[in-house]
């Protein structure tokens, strides 16, 4: 078979480079687990229930809401829905019917978290270096604004981006591709000179594919490609790694 040459984002005339959030600039799954499990354990502590069940019941749910995610959503406040999240989980282990345990555990869940806020190692290299290259950054993320715009400061890193896209702020929801193309006509450039890099393929990639974007996936979890899926531009595992496909002539592969 003979080789296939992948052009790199700079060989594809790329301009603008949009990141999705979570997962892909930081490790989100690491900071809401954890945040998780110290509120899982303190009411263990207190009540006498499995710590691991409840932690478990908890992720399940906060990651159902995040999959099924639809701009009917974006009305929601995301605290009360935590606290919701929580009085579900809380009933699943027999916790009981307690509105002020599950509003205490939302509130506690909410102040760990941020302790645990990280960017992945050489996220503001590759920005920077982007940056320098005369790329213009953006970030599109189905984060929304109560949450998001306090993680983004606390990650140190809104100076690197040109614009900020939160789903409730836009009204829209990745996949979405009139996001991606939204995102690109706000930062004065098309779809064909832009490019995207994100963590989950169904969401970052497969919208930024249909809207016509150069797409890298940063698989972080090491899944397989969907069944039947067009594979994206490139696939990679650390953002070191994404940089270099952006800003390198690309290899034989």
Same mark, same amino acid.
């Given at each position: 078979?003979? *080789?296939?040459?992948?052009?790199?984002?700079? #060989?594809?005339?790329? @301009?603008?480079? !949009?990141?999705?959030?979570? /997962?892909?600039? $930081?490790?989100?799954?690491?900071?809401? %687990?954890?945040?998780?499990?110290?509120?899982?354990?303190?009411?263990?502590? #207190?009540?006498?229930?499995?710590?691991?069940?409840?932690?478990?019941?908890?992720?399940?749910?906060?990651?159902? =809401?995040? $999959?099924?995610?639809?701009?009917?959503?974006?009305?929601?406040?995301?605290?009360?829905?935590?606290?919701?999240?929580?009085?579900?989980?809380?009933?699943?282990?027999?916790?009981?019917?307690? *509105?002020?345990?599950? %509003?205490?555990?939302?509130?506690?869940?909410?102040?760990?978290?941020?302790?645990?806020?990280?960017?992945?190692?050489?996220?503001?290299?590759?920005?920077?270096?982007?940056? @320098?290259?005369? +790329?213009?950054?953006?970030?599109?993320?189905?984060?929304?604004? #109560?949450? $998001?715009?306090?993680?983004?400061?606390?990650?140190?890193?809104?100076?690197?981006? /040109?614009?900020? =896209?939160?789903?409730?702020?836009?009204?829209?929801?990745?996949?979405? *591709?009139?996001?991606?193309? $939204?995102?690109?006509?706000?930062?004065?450039?098309?779809?064909? &000179?832009?490019?995207?890099?994100?963590?989950?393929?169904?969401?970052?990639?497969?919208?930024? +594919?249909?809207?016509?974007?150069?797409?890298?996936?940063?698989?972080? &979890? /090491?899944?397989?490609?969907?069944?039947?899926? #067009? *594979?994206?531009?490139?696939?990679?595992?650390?953002?070191? %790694?994404?940089?270099?496909? !952006?800003?390198?002539?690309?290899?034989?592969?």
């Amino acid at each position: 078979m003979e *080789p296939r040459v992948t052009p790199s984002g700079v #060989e594809a005339g790329i @301009e603008i480079v !949009l990141f999705d959030l979570d /997962d892909t600039l $930081h490790d989100d799954t690491y900071a809401y %687990q954890s945040a998780a499990d110290e509120v899982a354990r303190e009411v263990a502590a #207190e009540h006498g229930i499995d710590a691991l069940a409840l932690k478990a019941a908890y992720i399940a749910e906060a990651e159902g =809401f995040w $999959h099924r995610l639809t701009a009917d959503d974006l009305k929601v406040k995301l605290a009360n829905l935590r606290a919701s999240m929580w009085q579900t989980a809380l009933d699943s282990v027999g916790a009981g019917d307690d *509105p002020a345990l599950a %509003q205490r555990s939302a509130e506690r869940y909410n102040a760990y978290r941020v302790k645990y806020f990280t960017l992945f190692p050489g996220a503001i290299d590759v920005l920077r270096a982007l940056r @320098e290259r005369g +790329m213009k950054l953006g970030i599109v993320t189905n984060g929304l604004s #109560e949450t $998001h715009r306090e993680k983004i400061a606390l990650l140190q890193i809104g100076e690197y981006f /040109d614009a900020i =896209f939160l789903s409730d702020e836009v009204g829209m929801v990745k996949p979405d *591709p009139l996001l991606f193309a $939204h995102a690109c006509r706000t930062l004065g450039g098309s779809p064909a &000179r832009s490019a995207m890099v994100g963590d989950r393929y169904d969401r970052d990639i497969r919208g930024a +594919m249909k809207a016509g974007l150069y797409t890298i996936w940063l698989n972080v &979890r /090491d899944e397989p490609l969907p069944a039947g899926a #067009e *594979p994206p531009d490139a696939t990679c595992g650390t953002l070191a %790694q994404a940089g270099r496909i !952006l800003l390198e002539p690309a290899a034989v592969s």
